[in-house]
């Protein structure tokens, strides 16, 4: 009798382990819908953004390229508050870069030429590794998101960003 006792609490246990999982999973599939129903027709028709990256003086190091869609989060440079970020090793020259599925709304770009690789920007007396911003605007301060700043729309080719060494 007491095996039975025990076998029948051990059935009881794997219903309640098998409802929690269910409602787990409903919960789960109920977030995805409300995604899927708030977000997905812009995903699925996200806008490109083309960016152009000229005058790459290396092809050491790596090329970072990040996307800010908030002032506070550009303006203090935030790792975290970017829209989109990217890395891929640098080449000498130009580069472009392509940004799929991309909200519309206002961003503001900046363009990093890592040189060492170490995921710093690097200034030693005096000299620079290489930046831009979007709207080519930078070359001799820091500028505000509103500076650097474009209104995407629809599908886009933003004009060539010129990186700039100072030495």
């Known amino acids: 009798m007491s095996i039975m006792i025990s076998h029948a609490f051990s059935s009881i246990r794997q219903i309640r382990i098998s409802r929690v ?15 899927a129903i708030s977000y997905g027709p812009q995903l699925a028709t996200g806008k490109t953004l083309t960016v152009d990256v ?14 800010y869609d ?10 975290t508050g970017m829209a ?12 472009a ?21 170490n995921n710093a920007f690097d200034t030693t007396a005096g000299s620079y590794e290489g930046y831009a911003y979007s709207q080519n605007v930078g070359q001799w301060t820091e500028p ?24």
Request: glycine share 8%; hydrophobic share 45%.
């Open 70 to 79: 908030r002032a506070t989060a550009f303006e203090n440079q935030s790792e």
């Open 97 to 117: 870069f392509r940004f799929r599925k991309l909200l519309p709304g206002r961003y503001a770009i900046f363009v990093h030429h890592d040189e060492n690789a």
């Open 144 to 167: 505000s998101f509103s500076e650097a700043a474009f209104v995407l729309e629809g599908d886009m080719e933003l004009a060539p960003l010129t990186v700039i060494y100072t030495e």
């Open 54 to 67: 000229q005058g790459i003086r290396s092809k050491e190091g790596l090329v970072h390229i990040m996307i």
């Open 84 to 95: 989109r970020l990217t890395t891929v090793g640098a080449e000498e020259g130009d580069m």
């Open 21 to 35: 999982r269910l409602s787990n999973s409903l919960a789960l599939t109920g977030l995805g819908l409300v995604l």
